[in-house]
C-alpha cells in the first residue's frame, strides 16, 4: 500500500473542476460572476448530511464572531464559506489537492469571500501553522483518508490556542465490524480507507491531550446533524438541480448507496464529537 493512496483518490480527475461547476450554474440559469454561495449547497459541503451537519456542529462547538477556525482537508472550501458568512470567523481552509484548491480559491472568490478566507497547501499529519493559532480546527469527512491518527490529533492540538476546540464529523467503525462494501465517497477500495472506532478515535485524542466534550455516535450523532435542517434553520439553502455532488465524483450515487449499506450493516457509523484542548499552555 501507497502511504499517499487515499490523497491520490481526491487528487485524480479533472485538474480544472471551474468551467464544469460553471457550466452546471449557466445550465441552471443562475449567476457565475457574482455567484450566491446558496447555489452550491448541494455541491460544496463535500460530507454527508451538507451544510446543516456543518452548522450543527459549529454550533455545538461553540464557535463565536471572530475566532480562528482551519478546515483541516477543507475540499473545495464549502464549509469555510459557511463559517465566514454566517459565523463571522476568521477561516483558513488547509487542503493538499491543487485541484481542489484552486477551484474553492475562484468560488471564494466569486462570493465575494476572498478576504475572509485563506486557502492553504498541506496535510493533516504536518500542519503549516505556528503553534497556538487556532480557536477551533474541524475535521470533516478526513479521518478515512488519515492513517497516522496520532499525527493528525498531535497536529490540531498543537495549533490550537489553550482552551481551544477540536470539532469532528466523521465516518468511524461501527458496533459490527467486518469487510466493507466499496467504492465509497472516500475511496476505491481498502487501501484508500484508514478506519478506526468511535472508543479508538477518542482513546487517540485523550492521549494527544484532548477532553472530550460531546461524545455523540450512530444515530445521536445522525440526529444532531438533522436539528437545523428540521428545525429550518435559515443558514440552511438547498442549491440547485444538477450543481451537486455528482460534478465532483460523477458515480456519487453508487458511492453514497454503498455508504447507507455499510450504514446500514452496522459495519459503519457516524461520530460527531467536540474536544478540548486542556486549558495550560
Ligand atoms: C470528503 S472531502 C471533505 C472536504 C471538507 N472537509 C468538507 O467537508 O466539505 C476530504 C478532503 O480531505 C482531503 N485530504 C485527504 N487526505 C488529507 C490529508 N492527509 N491531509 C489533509 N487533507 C486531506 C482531500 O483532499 C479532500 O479534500
Redesign the pocket.
Known amino acids: 500500500m501507497r502511504e499517499n493512496d487515499?490523497?491520490t483518490y481526491?487528487a485524480t480527475g479533472d485538474d480544472d473542476l471551474l468551467p464544469i461547476v460553471l457550466d452546471a450554474l449557466a445550465t441552471a440559469r443562475r449567476p457565475t460572476d457574482p455567484l450566491d454561495p446558496d447555489d452550491l449547497a448541494a455541491l460544496?459541503?463535500?460530507?454527508g448530511r451538507g451544510r446543516s451537519a456543518t452548522v450543527a456542529l459549529v454550533r455545538l462547538a461553540g464557535l463565536r464572531e471572530g475566532e480562528r477556525v482551519l478546515?483541516?482537508?477543507?475540499?473545495i472550501g464549502?464549509?469555510t464559506r459557511t463559517l465566514a458568512r454566517h459565523f463571522g470567523a476568521a477561516a483558513v481552509g488547509?487542503?493538499?489537492?491543487d485541484r481542489?484548491r484552486a477551484l474553492a480559491a475562484e468560488l471564494n472568490r466569486r462570493s465575494g469571500l476572498a478576504d475572509r478566507i485563506e486557502l492553504v497547501a498541506g496535510?493533516?499529519?504536518q500542519l503549516p501553522f505556528d503553534d497556538g493559532s487556532f480557536d477551533l480546527v474541524l475535521n470533516?469527512?478526513?479521518w478515512p483518508?488519515?492513517a497516522d491518527k496520532p499525527a493528525l490529533l498531535a497536529e490540531a492540538h498543537r495549533v490550537l490556542a489553550p482552551g481551544g476546540r477540536l470539532a469532528v464529523f466523521e465516518i468511524v467503525v461501527g458496533p459490527e465490524p467486518g469487510p466493507l462494501g466499496f467504492p465509497l465517497?472516500?475511496g476505491d477500495g481498502p487501501a484508500e480507507s484508514h478506519l478506526v472506532s468511535a472508543a479508538e478515535g477518542r482513546a487517540l485524542a485523550e492521549a494527544a491531550g484532548f477532553q472530550a466534550e460531546t461524545w455523540l455516535t450512530g444515530l445521536e450523532a445522525l440526529t444532531a446533524t438533522l436539528d437545523p435542517a428540521e428545525a429550518g434553520d435559515p443558514l440552511l439553502a438547498e442549491g440547485v438541480a444538477g450543481v451537486d455532488l455528482g460534478l465532483l465524483m460523477p458515480d456519487h450515487e453508487a458511492r453514497m448507496a454503498a455508504l447507507g449499506e455499510n450504514i446500514g450493516g452496522r459495519r459503519i457509523e457516524l461520530l460527531l464529537g467536540v474536544l478540548r484542548r486542556s486549558p495550560a499552555a
Do not use: I, K, N
Open positions: 487515499a490523497l481526491y460544496d459541503e463535500f460530507h478546515d483541516v482537508g477543507a475540499g464549502g464549509p488547509l487542503e493538499p489537492t481542489f496535510r493533516a499529519e470533516q469527512a478526513l483518508s488519515v465517497p472516500w
